[in-house]
T-cell receptor, first 115, second 117 residues
Framework: GAGVSQSPSNKVTEKGKDVELRCDPI?????LYWYRQSLGQGLEFLIY????????KSGLPSDRFSAERTGGSVSTLTIQRTQQEDSAVYLC?????????????FGQGTRLTVV | AQTVTQSQPEMSVQEAETVTLSCTYD???????LFWYKQPPSRQMILVIR??????QNATENRFSVNFQKAAKSFSLKISDSQLGDTAMYFC??????????????FGTGTRLQVTL
């Protein structure tokens, strides 16, 4: 596609429910990132996929969070048993990143509200 | 692990004036990249400027320029002739010039810039 696409744009869910957030990166980009941005705050790193390397999961805040990237393309971030503190904008980005340094292109994000 | 620090949570500048946003970072690497990203209220992250650590010359993009001090691990952004459309959050970011997951992108906490009339 022309850019990084995230769906849904907005998601309201009840506390305790599971949610799945989807990211379609730019075709051919080997690197994919997930970040979380709470209201008015900076970008909190969650997870990073780079080609066939093992993903860097060091930013996932708890075992309720998981992510996968199928076929080196689409990625899904899953949050199980959602809590109110999970409310945030979840941003996905992709880059060519063959040897580092490539520009990361961001999606518009998914605004998650847990009620 | 790399860290990126932005010590100015908020800045304000009058239209047509110049403003400088600060960023420092900590790394043991020698080859890396530094970026400034802009996030307007639309929440779309946009790349403003990029610097390659092995280049001594400071990067410039129209009204945007950087002051890259490698020894001091400092990477400030200067915005000249500020415009109302420059109002946004600005994030400094670091990336190793390596392969695999060692090259992930690390962000600072951001500086909120308000351009006033």
């Amino acid at each position: 596609g022309a850019g990084v696409s995230q769906s849904p744009s907005n998601k309201v869910t009840e506390k305790g429910k599971d949610v799945e957030l989807r990211c379609d990166p730019i075709s051919g980009h080997t690197a994919l990132y997930w970040y979380r941005q709470s209201l008015g705050q900076g970008l909190e790193f969650l997870i990073y996929f780079q080609g066939n390397s093992a993903p860097d999961k060091s930013g996932l805040p708890s075992d309720r969070f998981s992510a996968e990237r199928t076929g080196g393309s689409v990625s899904t971030l899953t949050i199980q048993r959602t809590q109110q503190e999970d409310s945030a904008v979840y941003l996905c980005a992709s880059s060519l990143n063959l040897i580092g340094g490539s520009e990361a292109f961001f999606g518009q994000g998914t605004r998650l509200t847990v009620v | 692990a790399q860290t990126v620090t932005q010590s100015q949570p908020e800045m304000s500048v009058q239209e047509a004036e110049t403003v400088t946003l600060s960023c420092t970072y900590d790394t043991s690497e020698n080859n890396y990249y530094l970026f400034w990203y802009k996030q307007p209220p639309s929440r779309q992250m946009i790349l403003v400027i990029r610097q390659e650590a092995y280049k001594q010359q400071n990067a410039t993009e129209n009204r945007f320029s950087v002051n890259f001090q490698k020894a001091a691990k400092s990477f400030s952004l200067k915005i000249s002739d500020s415009q109302l459309g420059d109002t946004a959050m600005y994030f400094c970011a670091f990336m190793n010039r390596r392969t695999g997951t060692a090259s992930k992108l690390t962000f600072g906490t951001g500086t909120r810039l308000q351009v006033t009339l």
